[in-house]
């Protein structure tokens, strides 16, 4: 079945200006997580929605990040002002719910910010 | 999510065993013991997860100690496709998945053909 769909696979944007990025979780799939991975660094994780309930924000790296999930499926991950320390691989995973369960990754949206 | 000690990196022979330990001496009695890899240039792949008893599927068995305190990950045929990062992590089930995966710098295995 699909899996995990992110788009798009590689954006560049110039300093300063906004970006959106795109996740398609696998369907059924009540729990969708954001990471990030800069270069030459560990993924890091930034934000989990269940379901449709508001997601805890704590994890976000500054207020120029925001995300949302419409209708408890597609989410879209919002870099406002962006700045070259910005610059990574953004993953989205999905999971049949959360707690224990194996999270499935998609593929990423590689960011350059110039 | 308690944490876990791996070794940088590891090294084997295609179409041998590959046996990867995780020390874990933190670990709660709530912790999910799991394991990813990362091909380069891919996302995180979900490999294996345990609690208690040894686990297999088809890619690979989780063997977990008596006490909880490490695990190892074994391949039982290790192919040039194998060769990837391995990530050792603990999920504690209380959070309910609000704290995502915390990933370490984990093993990177290294296969010769």
């Known amino acids: 079945g699909a899996g995990v769909s992110q788009s798009p696979s590689n954006k560049v944007t110039e300093k300063g200006k906004d970006v959106e990025l795109r996740c398609d979780p696998i369907?059924?799939?009540?729990?969708l997580y954001w990471y990030r991975q800069s270069l030459g660094q560990g993924l890091e994780f930034l934000i989990y929605?269940?379901?449709?309930?508001?997601?805890?924000k704590s994890g976000l790296p500054s207020d120029r990040f925001s995300a949302e999930r419409t209708g408890g499926s597609v989410s879209t991950l919002t870099i406002q002002r962006t700045q070259q320390e910005d610059s990574a691989v953004y993953l989205c995973?999905?999971?049949?719910?959360?707690?224990?369960?194996?999270?499935?990754f998609g593929p990423g949206t590689r960011l350059t910010v110039t | 999510d308690a944490k876990t000690t791996q070794p940088n990196s590891m090294e084997s022979n295609e179409e041998e065993p590959v046996h990867l330990p995780c020390n874990h001496s933190?670990?709660?009695?709530?912790?999910?013991i799991h394991w990813y890899r990362q091909l380069p240039s891919q996302g995180p792949e979900y490999v294996i997860h345990?609690?208690?008893s040894n686990v297999n599927n088809r890619m690979a068995s989780l063997a977990i100690a008596e006490d909880r305190k490490s695990s190892t990950l074994i391949l039982h045929r290790a192919t040039l496709r194998d060769a990837a990062v391995y990530y050792c992590?603990?999920?504690?089930?209380?959070?309910?998945?609000?704290?995502?995966?915390?990933f370490g710098k984990g093993t990177h295995l290294i296969i010769q053909p």
């Open positions: 995973a999905s999971s049949i719910d959360g707690g224990p369960y194996e999270q499935y």
């Open positions: 369907s059924g799939h009540t729990a």
């Open positions: 929605f269940q379901g449709n309930s508001a997601p805890d």
């Open positions: 933190t670990i709660s009695g709530t912790d999910y």
């Open positions: 345990g609690l208690t």
């Open positions: 992590i603990l999920r504690d089930v209380a959070g309910g998945g609000a704290d995502g995966l915390t």
